[in-house]
DNA sequence: ATTTATTAATTAACACGTTAACAATATGTT
DNA sequence: AACATATTGTTAACGTGTTAATTAATAAAT
C-alpha cells in the first residue's frame, strides 16, 4: 500500500532550496541542450564530437596555437584537451610539435583532413545556427549573447 | 625557423564557422560554468556533486518520485542517474525500491542523512543565488531564464 | 492465453569534466 | 653554477554525458 507521499517538509521558506524550474544553472543546463541537440546528430554524422568540433575550429581561425591558449579559447580544461589532442592527431585531423622556443608548450595545427571537416561541417552548421537564429530572433540572439557574457565576467 | 602562421584561408565568408566568441553554445557553456563555479567548492566542501545535489533535492521538493520523473526534473539522463542513484544509496542519502503497482519502476525518496544535508547545504546555496541575483539584477534574472526558457522550448 | 510491442531501468563503451598530483622545462635568486 | 620557484602539459582517479544494446515488466493485439 504505497499512499502517494507529501513533498517534506522544510520549515520556513528561507530554508527551501530554490524551485528546480527557475534556477539560473538548470536553465542554462537546459537552453544548452536543447541548443547543441540541434548540432549533436550532424556532428555524429562526420563523426565529430562538439569539442573536437571546436579545436579544429579554433585553429582554422587562428592558425597556430599552443595548448593554453586553446584551452582558453575553447574553454576546455588542460586535462580533457590533453586527450582531445591526442585523438585528433591519431586521427590525422590535427599536428603537434614542440615550441622550439619554448619545450613546455605544445603548438598545434590543423592538418589538411582537417580543413576537410572545416570545409564539410561548416556549411551545415552555418545552416543550423542560421536557422535557430531566425527563429529565435536574431535580435534576441544578440541580447541574450551579451546577457551571458555579462554573467560570464560577473567576478572580474 | 617557427614563423608566425597566419589564419589559414577558407574562401567566401559564408563558409567560415561562426566566431568563437559570438556562438550560443559557447556563450551558455561560459556563462553556465561561471555560474557553477561560484556553487562548486561549496558543494565539494560538502562532498556532494551538482548533479547529487540536484537530485536529493527534488526529493525534497517533491517526496517520492520514480526514476523517469526525476531524469525529467533533474535534466539527468537516465544512464547517468542510475549512477546517481547506486551512489546516493550507498551513503545512506536515498533509499530506493520498487514500485508494488508497476515493477518496471524504481521510486526514490530523500533518507534522513539526506534531509541532513538539504538543511546544511540550502541556506549557502540560497545564499550564493542570492549574492549572484544582487549583483546581476534581480529583474535581469528573471528576463534572462525568460528568455533561456524559450530557447530550450523552441522545438514544442 | 500466447504472442507482440512498448516502456522503465540498467549496462556497456567511449568521450568529456573536475580536481589533484606529477614531470619537464623556464625563470629568478643567490 | 646551483638552488628554489613558477609554468606547461600530462597522468590518474572519479563522476557525468551520450548513444546503443540489453533486461525486465507491462500493455496491446490477435
New binding site residues.
Given amino acids: 500500500m504505497s499512499r502517494a507521499n507529501p513533498p517534506v517538509e522544510l520549515g520556513p521558506d528561507a530554508l527551501l532550496p530554490h524551485s528546480t524550474r527557475r534556477s539560473l544553472p538548470i536553465a542554462l543546463?537546459r537552453a544548452?541542450?536543447a541548443v547543441?541537440?540541434h548540432f549533436?546528430?550532424m556532428l555524429?554524422r562526420h563523426e565529430?564530437?562538439?569539442?573536437?568540433w571546436r579545436?579544429i575550429r579554433i585553429l582554422a581561425e587562428s592558425g597556430k596555437v599552443?595548448?593554453?591558449?586553446?584551452?582558453d579559447k575553447a574553454?576546455?580544461?588542460?586535462?580533457?584537451?590533453?586527450?582531445?589532442?591526442?585523438?585528433l592527431e591519431e586521427r590525422g585531423l590535427i599536428t603537434?610539435h614542440?615550441?622550439?622556443?619554448?619545450?613546455?608548450?605544445?603548438?598545434l595545427e590543423i592538418a589538411p583532413a582537417g580543413m576537410r571537416v572545416i570545409a564539410d561541417v561548416s556549411p551545415e552548421s552555418r545552416a543550423i545556427y542560421d536557422q535557430l537564429e531566425a527563429r529565435y530572433g536574431r535580435e534576441r540572439v544578440e541580447v541574450l549573447l551579451d546577457m551571458l557574457d555579462e554573467l560570464a565576467t560577473l567576478g572580474d
Same sequence: chains 1, 2.
Avoid at 565529430?48 to 573536437?52: A, F, K, M, N
Avoid at 599552443?66 to 584551452?71: N, Q, R, V
Avoid at 574553454?75 to 585523438?87: C, E, G
Wanted: proline share 5%; aromatic share 2%.
Fill in positions: 543546463l544548452r541542450e547543441m541537440g549533436r546528430p555524429a565529430i564530437t562538439e569539442q573536437q579545436v599552443d595548448a593554453s591558449e586553446m584551452a574553454f576546455i580544461l588542460a586535462p580533457s584537451l590533453t586527450r582531445i589532442i591526442r585523438s603537434k614542440k615550441d622550439a622556443d619554448d619545450g613546455r608548450r605544445v603548438l
